[in-house]
């Protein structure tokens, strides 16, 4: 029975021998790609964490100094923003933090500069749109119409439509250009929802402009139905 025993074990261990001796390089290949790759994400994840609280304290002095309004302070923060974490969410929320304080402060150079970088750097589509709004608001207080509406054409996610039309609209009210306001607030009354505040404000502009927006709802709801 002990040698019966014994035989099987052996057949066993014979068995287990050449399945090593045949895969066994490829399973120790495998594992050690396997044990690589584990350590390279827990490394990457390591610095992603890393990164993130860097940015954020980062952050953080970029507010305490727009709330203390140093311009010199705030201008440097972000600029190291900029130049250590250019890549994070938290830089473009620091740029559009710079380009508020710096609106608020009379300092439009810094306001511009803050805001155009997010418009053209952010990694977030959202903070894109906000940041070309600010800055075409800037730009019209310039009287810089033409570049403000270069800046309201550049493609903007369905979202921001309405907001974007109404925007336009005033460019072009202030360049004298009233039928073409007109087109850009009706674009804009019809895309707020009726529970909508700003939609409000919209139909005082039209009024002033000698369109009874109530007359255009009803004119493109008839448009619709036909």
Known sequence: ??????????????????????????????????????????????????????????????????ASGDMGRLEQAFSDMRNKFGGTTQASLAGLAVGKAASSAGNAALAKAALTWVAENAKDDGHKAIARLRLSALLMEEKSYDEALKQLSIPFAAEYAAVVADRKGDVLVLQGKKQEAVEEYSRAYQAFSESMEYRQLVEVKLNALGVQAQTLAAKVSTEATK
Request: proline residues 0%; charged residues 15%; glycine residues 6%.
């Open 1 to 66: 029975m002990a040698n019966h025993l014994d035989l099987e074990e052996q057949e066993q261990i014979d068995q287990l021998k050449h399945f090593w001796n045949t895969w066994g390089t490829l399973i120790s290949s495998v594992a050690l790609v396997v044990a690589v790759a584990l350590a390279g994400w827990n490394g990457y994840q390591f610095w992603q964490n890393r990164q993130a609280g860097q940015a954020a304290a980062l952050l953080d002095a970029v507010d305490v100094a727009a």
